[in-house]
């Protein structure tokens, strides 16, 4: 214990000692600063006290400036004579009479004009149409329409059966027409059938088309050559 009581006894003092010499140290340094201070003060004052002496000297010549914008606010007026010169307004004036003195008789003339002018047009036009027409009629003699054979199922070498009748509406007493609408291929082959008209009944209907799609038929033909085609086929079914 009486060791560390030295120790920190040793410890206050080189404390103390330090800050005595910062004390001292900063004291001197203060003194020199304000001295230097007061020598660089004072040569600044003296030169803002000299400069404005020569501002006054400088703000005489700016003042007979002001006399110059009154002689260039009086040159304007002397423009002025220049607007009153064109005298063009008169003549508009001088033109508008004779427009308002025409008669209703006359504008009435005017218009008439447009209506002799029409006919010109329309001759035009039917002058130039003309050769069109006469082209046009040319045209199918030029190119004569292709025969069309449709196409046939009644041919005897076909051997096409009758559609069977069904038996329930053999039953029940249905009858009636059917129009099966069937496209024919350039070989006499049904490759579609539709109804294209109905019987009624749709046993029959079912009945008509199922036996037109099996059939062959003579296949139809444009200008002598076979083409596929749409053909109605008609069929009746009625009990004896």
Same mark, same amino acid.
């Given at each position: 214990m009486p060791q560390f009581l030295q120790?920190? *006894?040793w410890l206050t003092f080189i404390l103390a000692l330090h800050g005595v010499g910062l004390w001292a140290f900063q004291a001197g340094l203060m003194g020199r600063l304000v001295g230097?201070?007061?020598e660089v003060v004072t040569p600044v004052m003296l030169i803002a006290a000299q400069e404005p002496l020569a501002s006054p000297e400088k703000s005489g010549p700016p003042a007979p400036?002001? *006399?110059t914008p009154t002689l260039v606010d009086r040159a304007p007026p002397t423009a002025s004579p220049v607007f009153t010169k064109p005298p063009a307004t008169p003549s508009i004036t001088q033109v508008s009479p004779p427009l308002l003195a025409t008669p209703p008789s006359e504008a009435g003339s005017n218009f008439t004009v447009p209506q002799a002018a029409t006919p010109a047009i329309a001759a035009v036009t039917a002058?130039?149409?003309a050769p069109n027409t006469t082209q046009a009629s040319a045209a199918p003699n030029q190119t004569p329409p292709s025969k069309i054979d449709l196409p046939s199922s009644d041919a005897a070498y076909l051997n096409n059966p009758k559609p069977p009748y069904p038996a329930l509406s053999r039953r029940l007493g249905?009858?009636?027409k059917v129009v099966?609408?069937?496209l024919i291929d350039a070989d006499g082959k049904a490759q579609q059938a539709q109804v294209h008209s109905s019987s009624g009944f749709d046993r029959l209907d079912q009945a008509g088309l199922q036996t037109v799609l099996k059939w062959q038929f003579e296949p139809g033909k444009r200008g002598g050559i076979p083409e596929a085609m749409w053909f109605n086929v008609p069929l009746i079914f009625k009990m004896d």
């Open positions: 120790l920190v *006894l230097h201070i007061e400036k002001p *006399l002058t130039n149409t249905e009858q009636g099966i609408r069937v």
